[in-house]
T-cell receptor, first 111, second 113 residues
Framework: DAKTTQPPSMDCAEGRAANLPCNHS???????VYWYRQIHSQGPQYIIH???NNETNEMASLIITEDRKSSTLILPHATLRDTAVYYC????????????FGQGTRLTINP | DTGVSQDPRHKITKRGQNVTFRCDPI?????LYWYRQTLGQGPEFLTY????????KSRLLSDRFSAERPKGSFSTLEIQRTEQGDSAMYLC???????????FGSGTRLTVV
């Protein structure tokens, strides 16, 4: 699996957009970018994933650069409940390949 | 979709005792994973089942650890002769060919005293 690099922590004001960066410069052509988050004392929660096109769902948007070496997770209107550790993971989608978690980014939403 | 259930939520045990955790995956998911998470770290992969077959085990899974999924439904993770270093959150997740992203349970927090 390609390795990812994320900032250890970030702050964002409530109601503003939270933009979480992730570098994955060694990503392969068949590897997807996945984002999970983990709220304190809970298991990780799937947010979104993408291959090369930008993706949007009810939780977030995922912007992947054209060279696919980096991506940004966008939470458009952050709330206090979005305070969590966010993990960016690169993996091949097919098959049962395990998720390899890094340290993630601890996002704090401030009132 | 009732989610992934883990039992118990918390377990305190004395060093040297055996403990067993249970995971009930989403019913239509044939893949089941166990992870361990210590404070301040991301989850670490322990083992993976496809149906009842255990297909991969991490080096983290020492001889004191054993996992089973006897009928391809629920799974158990047993730790024998617990050590203080086993204190962690043990997470279970499931997935399928159709839904390849994982659904995690809330975990079992083990404290070895």
């Amino acid at each position: 699996d390609a390795k990812t690099t994320q900032p250890p922590s970030m702050d964002c004001a409530e109601g503003r957009a939270a933009n979480l960066p992730c570098n994955h410069s060694t990503i392969s052509g068949n590897e997807y970018v996945y984002w999970y988050r983990q709220i304190h004392s809970q298991g990780p929660q799937y947010i979104i994933h993408g291959l090369k096109n930008n993706e949007t769902n009810e939780m977030a948007s995922l912007i992947i650069t054209e060279d696919r070496k980096s991506s940004t997770l966008i939470l458009p209107h952050a709330t206090l409940r979005d305070t969590a550790v966010y993990y960016c993971i690169v993996r091949v989608s097919q098959g049962a390949q395990k998720l390899v978690f890094g340290q993630g980014t601890r996002l704090t939403i401030n009132p | 979709d009732t989610g992934v259930s883990q039992d118990p939520r918390h377990k305190i045990t004395k060093r040297g005792q055996n403990v067993t955790f249970r995971c009930d995956p989403i019913s239509e998911h044939n893949r089941l994973y166990w992870y361990r998470q210590t404070l301040g770290q991301g989850p670490e992969f322990l083992t993976y089942f496809q149906n009842e077959a255990q297909l991969e085990k991490s080096r983290l899974l020492s001889d004191r650890f054993s996992a089973e999924r006897p009928k391809g439904s629920f799974s158990t993770l047993e730790i024998q002769r617990t050590e203080q270093g086993d204190s962690a959150m043990y997470l279970c997740a499931s997935s399928s060919e159709v839904r390849v992203h994982y659904t995690f349970g809330s975990g079992t927090r083990l404290t070895v005293v």
